[in-house]
């Protein structure tokens, strides 16, 4: 079983910058991907950035040239998303992701969410 912690988040006034962190076990080639998902209220959760273990990310539309994903990893991975010039529309849960493929099957962990609040 893999547990991600997460770490950061928080209110901020629209402009302004916060970073979220998640803490993995392992280096990051145990898993295929990592990534950043966030849910706001009354939506699906979306991906929001995803980084392989080759180190090629993938950011949405909707937040490319604002937020940076990055790794640490000195044997344990931890994960980070920098995010600047926040919106309101950013604000929502934002969660830490893993998978492993396995054969046909992928496995999907998960963070347990952290609240970021922009404000107009």
């Known amino acids: 079983q893999v547990q991600l912690v997460q770490s950061g988040g928080g209110l901020m006034q629209a402009g302004g910058s916060l970073r979220v962190s998640c803490g993995a076990p392992g280096s990051i080639s145990t898993y295929d991907t990592m990534g950043w998902y966030r849910q706001a209220p009354g939506k699906q959760r979306e991906p929001v950035a995803v980084?392989?273990?080759?180190?090629?990310?993938?950011l949405a539309d909707s937040v490319k040239g604002r937020f940076t994903i990055s790794i640490d990893d000195n044997g344990n991975t931890v994960l980070h998303l920098q995010m600047n010039n926040l919106k309101p529309e950013d604000t929502a849960v934002y969660y830490c992701?893993?998978?492993?493929?396995?054969?046909?099957?992928?496995?999907?962990?998960w963070g347990q969410g952290t609240q970021v609040t922009v404000s107009s």
């Open positions: 992701n893993a998978n492993v493929v396995r054969g046909n099957t992928r496995e999907d962990y």
């Open positions: 980084i392989g273990s080759d180190g090629r990310t993938n």
